[in-house]
């Protein structure tokens, strides 16, 4: 999988083959609906039914978190699934019914002692782009809305909830050099992640 630079200000190649600005990523946080879904919203006459979530990107997450890169999710709704899929997934942030994205990322940020060059943020709506100026590094999916992609870092291959998020964690996780050694590990013998 590959991703492209939609704005050149986030860095380039230092030499190695690895963007310096993703070198620095310490937290990505992840909006919900079009990012680890496919947006879709199953409503029944009790509330939501159920969301789908895609077994690569829950692999990518438990990689993400073993190999000491936190994980965040912020979102404007709220669900019991929600929590759900971050405790089966080790998530140990989710912050739900969220109205203002950039003061609940700035807030992470703070409580985890980390500058905005160390933070990323995917999201895939209008109401993500608050969270895109809190952070240092922005993805979006290759099926979010014309106005996030052009504000977007990069842009994945892959749309929401169809392995956009193992794309943007693969990236960060080469460019810390951590990629290899993680696909050596899987070669040995199983790690016990959770998809």
């Not at 600005?21 to 990012?35: E, F, N, P, S, Y």
């Not at 073993?66 to 140990?92: N, P």
Request: net charge negative; hydrophobic share 45%; charged share 20%.
């Amino acid at each position: 999988m590959s991703l492209f630079t939609m704005n050149v200000n986030v860095g380039m190649d230092d030499g190695t083959g690895a963007n310096p600005a993703l070198q620095r990523i310490c937290l990505l946080a992840l909006d919900v609906d079009g990012v680890l879904t496919d947006g879709s919203i199953n409503m029944g006459a009790q509330g939501e039914l159920f969301k789908s979530f895609y077994a690569q990107d829950g692999l990518g997450i438990s990689v993400a978190l073993r190999s000491g890169l936190e994980i965040a999710i912020i979102t404007g709704r709220k669900s019991e699934i929600i929590h759900r899929r971050a405790q089966e997934l080790g998530i140990q942030m989710v912050q739900e019914g969220v109205k203002d994205k950039y003061l609940a990322l700035e807030q992470l940020q703070n409580q985890l002692g980390l500058s905005r060059g160390q933070v990323a943020y995917m999201g895939d709506d209008l109401n993500d782009l608050p969270a895109f100026r809190a952070a240092g590094v922005t993805f979006a999916p290759a099926d979010a809305v014309h106005d996030v992609r052009e504000a977007a870092s990069f842009v994945t291959e892959a749309a929401g909830g169809r392995g956009a998020v193992r794309e943007a964690i693969e990236m960060i996780l080469q460019a810390q050099h951590k990629w290899e050694q993680i696909v050596n590990s899987y070669l040995n013998a199983g790690q016990g992640d959770k998809q």
